[in-house]
């Protein structure tokens, strides 16, 4: 039956529901710049009616829970494009790199090859002149040294992208680690049926995170434990437990591989941070290195067959066949050891300009300066000078589309993440109205306890007299 | 759709930095004029400008070795003119001797001319240029005719020397002395001769040496026509090649150059969409419902 104190409970109901609704959006409002916080709602609900002869009879109002606007796809979605922009940022900066070490004006090796060439072109005016034999000598040195040089910082990017890798795998553990303890913390604060929604905040920056450094899928598990592999199927959580990654150094050049358990996944791994790091330390860069070696290589062996065939200024001339670079031992690492023979670096004599073994004959210096206009790279298609053209056409083709991908893919994680904002986000306007209708919803409520109150007082009043 | 401070923020500075960028590109754009500073601004362009970059290099090294081989030709040309003139003046002195009213004085007088004659074209079958004798074959440091008591020896070779003229041309820049002097009838030889015959005036020796001198002048003749062809075809490259530098230089140009108006312009418009950008930016964070509920 309902009596007065019934109305009062209803009162104190309404009070405290919508006390714990403006606890709700101050907490929002308190939380507006907290990078990952998902908007909450206290979710009002009428207590059970009670029924009467006349009819069920209201008895209040109730929170019966705190609920945040989560879009689990969306930030799917986000976690997907985050692992592109990771991919493509290193690279962009590794090419970056690459690009002025080959880049129009640096390095030289274009220079280089013109002022090699041409020295023997001049040395063809006079053969028997020894300071234009210096002259070749002091180009062919140059040409050396712009090749070691080039070969050298390329060795350097590509190892600072391997300490990269390293550094990268130690933070993926951290993340995987911070996923695993706090699926383990809202599987047990959510036994009791109510949302860990702080908790499941940290775990979606932590998700997001782990997404720009590599690529992975995830799902989550009824108990709210999320479940984290590679996209190539390696696990990295379950529950409670991570599988840390571990990076191991092989070979004589410290390449780190990477192992999950006993597998080797440094090939599976392609998006993220780590992804693009592997792409450009076993990918791009080894191509680069390996166009500039096969460049390297062809000069010298082309430039010793023919200096070889040549005779020398000596007295009497003497054709030994002598090499005018040190020959290289392999195409790999020719350009890392270009260097000029030190016979002929010794003594300018020894320039095979000549064949005929005459002092003025130039046929040899003009056969070896010929050698720049043949096309003899790439099938017979390409010059040496246009062989270095198209390498760096091709550095530059790989950082102008990676960065084109990267300034794409950000404006795509610009609208996701705006998206999630407005599903997920708080609105300052919207918490302000939020904060007056709970506001008026409390004084009206407490207003009716004042109702309630005097009705009770009349009562006492009227009856205890 | 639910507007966030956060979402405004994050729009906002999206929106400065790709201003920010387009400033920065168009600053460097003017002060180092060029577009392409980078690879990656244009890889095409970069690359097609290096390719062409070593060709003008190559084709200057041309310009310049092909400037020294004018200068050689013309040195070349002038001592065969002057052994040409020499020839004829010994011509002369021969058709003299032959006029018939010669006294013995006057024999010895024209023979002493030839021993002048001989010794004028020892000195320019002699010629060097900087220190590189032009008809010793390719012994071009050594001395090629020496005179070892009235006899001349030949101490160069029949080598040629080569140069190239440009990418695909390459000529035979020397005369060796062996094709002009030495070889049958030789002039030194002949006017040898020519002088034992004038003191012995003997008229048909005389003629038969100026049937040899014909023959001496016609192969000197020969050589300076290969010469002059050598000089007009180099002088003809003088020209094509600092053209075609010119050409590949403004291609280049075309590829890597800025547009100053349009990227100063760009920089002033770019410069303004920031100020109002930022402008407009701190008036909308003012904006809030807070301000306005009492």
């Known amino acids: ?18 006390q714990a609704a403006l606890q709700v959006t101050s907490n929002n409002i308190a939380n507006v710049n907290t990078p990952g916080y998902h908007r909450q709602r206290a979710v009002l609900e009428p207590t059970p009616a009670e029924p009467t002869p ?22 799917y979605r986000i976690g997907q494009v985050t692992q592109g922009v990771g991919r493509d940022e290193a690279i962009a900066g590794y090419l970056g790199q690459v690009e002025t070490v080959l880049g129009t004006s640096e390095s030289g090796v274009q220079e280089g090859i013109t002022r090699f060439f041409n020295s023997f072109s001049a040395l063809s005016a006079d053969a028997t002149s020894i300071p234009l034999r210096y002259g070749v000598i002091s180009a062919a040195a140059n040409l050396s040294a712009t090749f070691r040089n080039a070969a050298g910082l390329l060795a350097d990017v590509r190892s600072s992208a391997n300490s990269a890798v390293t550094d990268t795998v130690r933070e993926i553990n951290t993340l995987t680690g911070t996923i695993a303890k706090l699926n383990a913390q809202i599987a047990g604060a959510e036994l009791g049926g109510a ?30 434990a999320i479940s984290v592999a590679t996209a190539a199927g390696a696990t990295l959580v379950t529950a409670g437990f991570a599988q840390a990654l571990t990076a191991t150094t092989t070979g004589p050049d410290g390449i780190v591989q990477i192992q999950a358990g006993l597998n080797d996944i440094t090939n599976s791994i392609r998006d993220g941070k780590l992804g693009g790091l592997l792409e450009a330390r076993d990918r791009l860069i080894p191509a680069y290195q390996q166009q500039l070696d096969t460049l390297a290589e062809s000069i010298i062996s082309q430039v010793n067959a023919v200096h070889a065939g040549g005779s020398d200024l000596q007295i009497p001339p003497s054709s030994t066949a002598i090499d005018f670079f040190v020959p290289a031992a392999s195409v790999t690492g020719a350009a890392a050891a270009f260097s000029l023979n030190p016979t002929v670096a010794g003594d300018a004599r020894s320039i095979a300009a000549g064949q005929s073994g005459s002092p003025g004959d130039n046929a040899n210096a003009i056969a070896i300066a010929g050698l720049a206009f043949q096309k003899t790279l790439a099938g017979g298609t390409e010059t040496f000078s246009e062989a270095f053209g198209s390498l760096q056409f091709r550095v530059g083709t790989d950082t102008q589309s990676a960065s084109s991908r990267l300034s794409t893919s950000n404006a795509l994680l610009v609208q996701l993440e705006n998206s999630r904002d ?42 205890g007299n | 759709m639910r507007l966030t401070p956060s979402t405004q923020n994050r729009n906002f500075l999206q929106n400065i930095n790709d201003l920010q960028n387009r400033l920065n590109k168009a600053q460097d754009e003017v002060s180092s004029g060029k577009t392409v500073t980078r690879l990656s601004d244009n890889p095409f362009a970069a690359a097609q400008a290096s390719k062409l970059m070593s060709v003008i290099g190559a084709n200057d090294q041309f310009i310049a070795l092909n400037e020294q081989l004018l200068g050689r030709l013309e040195v070349t040309d002038s001592a065969l003119q002057g052994m040409t003139r020499s020839v004829d003046s010994a011509r002369v002195l021969a058709a003299q001797a ?27 079958s002699n010629t060097q240029v900087n220190g590189v004798f032009l008809f010793g074959g390719t012994q071009s440091n050594t001395q090629p005719f020496v005179d070892a008591g009235g006899t001349i020896t030949y101490n160069g070779n029949d080598e040629a020397i080569h140069q190239r003229l440009d990418r695909s041309v390459v000529i035979q820049t020397n005369i060796t002395g062996q094709d002009l002097f030495m070889g049958s009838p030789s002039v030194f030889t002949t006017l040898d001769d020519l002088k034992a015959a004038i003191l012995a005036n003997d008229a048909g020796a005389i003629r038969a040496r100026l049937g040899d001198l014909d023959a001496v002048s016609d192969r000197i003749n020969a ?54 950008s930022l402008n407009s930016q701190s008036q909308i964070q003012h904006l809030s419902l807070l301000d306005f509920l009492r």
Do not use: C
């Open chain 2, 98 to 124: 032959l006029s018939g009213t010669t006294t013995p004085e006057a024999r010895l007088a024209l023979a002493q001319n030839v021993d002048g004659v001989k010794a004028q074209i020892l000195s320019a």
């Open chain 2, 223 to 276: 050589a300076n026509a290969v010469v002059g062809n050598n000089l007009q075809l180099v002088q003809q490259l003088q020209r094509a090649l600092p053209e075609n530098n010119e050409a590949l230089q403004r291609h280049i140009s075309s590829l890597t150059d800025a547009n100053l108006v349009e990227s100063i312009s760009d920089m002033n418009l770019t410069n303004q969409a920031i100020q109002v």
């Open chain 1, 422 to 463: 407005a599903a997920s986000g708080v609105s300052l306007d919207e918490e302000a109205i939020d904060l007056l209708r709970f506001q008026r919803a409390y004084q009206a409520a407490a207003r009716y306890i004042n109702v309630v109150d005097q009705l009770t007082e009349e009562l006492i009043h009227t009856l």
């Open chain 1, 195 to 224: 949302d860990a929604n702080t908790l499941r905040d940290q775990r979606s920056v932590a998700l997001n995170e782990l997404s720009k450094t590599l690529d992975i899928h995830y799902y989550e598990a009824d108990d709210g």
């Open chain 1, 1 to 18: 039956m309902w009596d007065l104190f019934s109305s009062l409970e209803i009162g104190r109901r309404a009070l405290s529901a919508q």
């Open chain 1, 54 to 75: 006349i009819g069920p009879l209201g008895t209040g109002v109730t929170v019966t829970k705190i609920e945040a606007a989560r879009d689990r796809f969306l930030e």
